[in-house]
């Protein structure tokens, strides 16, 4: 009873142990949460909400843009400000309840409120993606697929560490899209469609690229040219519902919209003016996968085993393993032709992060196959792998920042006295 208990709920009594370890690890400083990128994001609540003015946003750490006026222009999209809002406004009440100053943007409560909100949002992707799972595998099955997803990639550092970058607000309406899907070609109605265009809305105003999505969306559960006839046909017999879905993704986005006419005069802007996608010709496929400078296998090698089932899962017509390696490979080649490819100083390839939501599914795949079904030597040599990739997972998150050197940059290399450091406080306890 007790075992049962304890699967039926182990979201939340994870919970807040994640929560407790993510103010551990943010204590010392906090301003660190709303900095760079993670500050773009952030800086349109206290701007709506405190100044009351978006022509008077503060500038900050991000480096300034200015429109022809001379004001500061946030570069960023707001999406993540909707995840963040009702943590903002909370803190911001109870500051004034107390007699604090709640007009100090930057100050410690605020960043608090981002913590909070990262967590939160990490936790509601691992919930949609429970329910999706629990539709075909076991609670022991599923249970130790979200395990594997959480703290055997990078999704465990941002959702401990730098819960104010865009990533877990993604993963979590990622996870929304992967339990929606299904529901919606089951019962094709007003109501799913709203559901699966709003979600798809708000996930790509937090990052453009998401809209990758939608080949996921579209190619669910196609595994052969008669599939694809046949999702075609479905595709033109519901046709109109189209309309409220895009009308639904539309509204997530007129803030947005509204704030480049009121900033620069156009409805729709490329915000990130010089920066672009210039090795489009030219990607950098390898190094996004492989570099020491964030490549995507070193620091979360648990990725490469489960594509490696998705692999053999599209032998198999499995857990849609077409749909996922032609995201994976397109994601792939979009992060490899962007000028920065290693995404700046990050704890591993942090493009990736919100993707992990597509292989909860093989995952839990690998979990019955080889963890539970397996027998003999086969077994126990999967779970010492699974059970290192984890602990490598979490360990590197908690020495980033703490290996002498720079995490970002063409100094940033994998040498003999680096690494000697990564393996003495890695094995040896260092």
């Known amino acids: ?85 009702p943590f903002f406004l909370l803190t911001k009440q109870i500051l004034a309840a107390t007699g604090q ?123 052969s040219r008669r599939d694809l006839l046949e999702r075609l046909v479905f595709a033109r017999r519901h046709l109109l519902l189209l309309l409220p879905a895009g009308l639904a993704a539309i509204v997530s986005w007129l803030p947005q919209i509204w704030y480049w006419h009121e900033m620069a005069g156009s409805w729709f802007r490329y915000s990130y003016t010089n920066e672009g996608f210039i090795y489009w010709n030219k990607p950098k496929m390898l190094a996004v996968l492989f570099d020491p400078q964030n490549g995507l296998f070193l620091y979360s090698p648990l990725v490469l085993l489960l594509l490696a089932v998705v692999i053999g899962d599209f032998r198999k017509k499995q857990h849609n393993a077409p749909a996922i390696l032609l995201v994976f490979l397109v994601c792939t080649y979009c992060f490899a032709s962007w000028w920065a490819w290693w995404f700046g100083g990050a704890f591993g390839a942090r493009s990736y992060v919100e993707w992990y939501a597509l292989l909860a599914f093989p ?26 990739l984890v602990y490598y997972s979490v360990r590197m998150s908690f020495l980033y920042n703490s290996l002498p050197g720079p995490w970002d940059g063409a100094d940033w290399r994998w040498n003999f006295s680096k690494m000697t450091w990564i393996w003495q406080h890695l094995f040896c306890g260092a």
């Open 1 to 85: 009873m007790l075992t049962k208990l304890l699967y039926r709920h182990y979201l939340w009594l994870l919970f807040p142990i994640v929560l407790l370890l993510s103010f551990s690890r943010t204590h010392a400083c906090l301003r660190g949460v709303i900095w760079s990128d993670a500050e773009g994001y952030y800086k349109y609540l206290p701007t709506v909400f405190i100044l009351g003015d978006v022509h008077k946003m503060p500038a900050g750490s991000v480096w300034p843009l200015q429109n022809e006026k001379g004001e500061y222009l946030d570069k960023y999209t707001c999406g993540v400000a909707y995840f963040e809002l």
């Open 101 to 223: 100053d709640s007009s100090d943007v930057f100050s410690d409560a605020y960043a608090r409120s981002v913590v909070v909100s990262g967590v939160v949002a990490c936790f509601i992707g691992l919930f949609f993606l429970q329910r999706a799972l629990r539709t075909k595998y076991r609670e022991p099955v599923v249970f130790l697929a979200l395990m594997m997803v959480f703290l055997g990639t990078n999704l465990f550092h941002y959702a401990s560490k730098e819960m104010g970058m865009s990533h877990v607000y993604s993963f979590a309406l990622m996870s929304f899209l992967v339990w929606q899907t299904p529901g919606f070609y089951r019962n094709p109605n007003l109501v799913n469609s709203l559901l699966l265009g709003g979600g798809l809305g708000w996930l790509v105003l937090i990052r453009p690229t998401n809209l990758i999505i939608v080949l996921f969306i579209g190619l669910y559960s196609v595994y």
């Open 363 to 388: 995952a839990a795949g690998f979990v019955e196959r080889r963890l539970v079904q397996a027998r003999g030597w086969s077994k126990w040599l999967a779970w010492l792998v699974l059970l290192f």
